[in-house]
């Protein structure tokens, strides 16, 4: 299927936000796009196109970046990523951002609907279950909880040593019964424990399946 795209429609495919599938291009190259199954348009205005299943394994499989092309920051390429908390330079707040997220969300909300078996929005795609720390930090930033600076409060998502779950800090018990609640009503299954050494409480969080 790549080798049917002309340069151009790849280099759209390529370029694709990596959270949300979406895309950028010609009014062609996107339509191009919706014919051969790599994506689709949005039935809600702004009727933005996104990435298909088909279209995110072809731009998971088959990268395509000139050789010898030097890696740049998400951030100076414009690509859209969700707040982990902890950033030493995290974007700028404020109405963009906000509108970036709420329209993150909205894509991986289409995303779980184009990708999950029998349609359903209320519980994690696929595309979650291998991007376990993004999909989690999206859900909390969508949802207004502010992320820690390089210093202070605020939520902080992390690995963990299992495959399937993160770990979500919030130096505010309140504040992180709220995170849990959130992820709860994002479709996520969530457990408080306390770190043996430091005494610290986090939640335990993995995508629930059912």
Do not use: I
């Not at 930033?141 to 998502?157: K, T």
């Amino acid at each position: 299927m790549s080798r049917s795209l002309t340069a151009a429609q790849r280099r759209v495919v390529d370029t694709a936000d990596p959270v949300t599938g979406r895309l950028k291009g010609t009014q062609a190259q996107l339509t191009a796009l919706v014919e051969r199954g790599l994506a689709f348009r949005h039935p809600r205005p702004p009727h933005d196109h996104f990435l298909t299943p088909a279209g995110h394994r072809l731009r998971e499989e088959e990268p395509s970046p000139p050789p010898t092309a030097r890696a740049e920051p998400a951030e100076d390429q414009g690509v859209f990523a969700a707040r982990v908390g902890g950033e030493e330079e995290p974007p700028a707040s404020g109405p963009a951002r906000t509108r970036e997220v709420h329209s993150a969300w909205q894509g991986l909300l289409e995303l779980r609907r184009m990708t999950n078996p029998d349609g359903a929005v209320d519980r994690p795609c696929g595309w979650e279950r291998t991007h376990l720390v993004r999909a989690a930090a999206l859900a909390l930033e969508a949802a207004g909880h502010p992320p820690a600076g390089p210093e202070g409060a605020g939520y902080r998502v992390r690995a963990t040593p299992q495959p399937d779950a993160v770990a979500v800090y919030e130096t505010d018990t309140v504040a992180l019964r709220a995170c849990a609640a959130t992820l709860e009503r994002a479709g996520w299954q969530t457990g408080e424990h306390t770190e043996p050494r430091t005494r610290a409480r986090y939640l335990l969080a993995s995508p629930r399946r059912a």
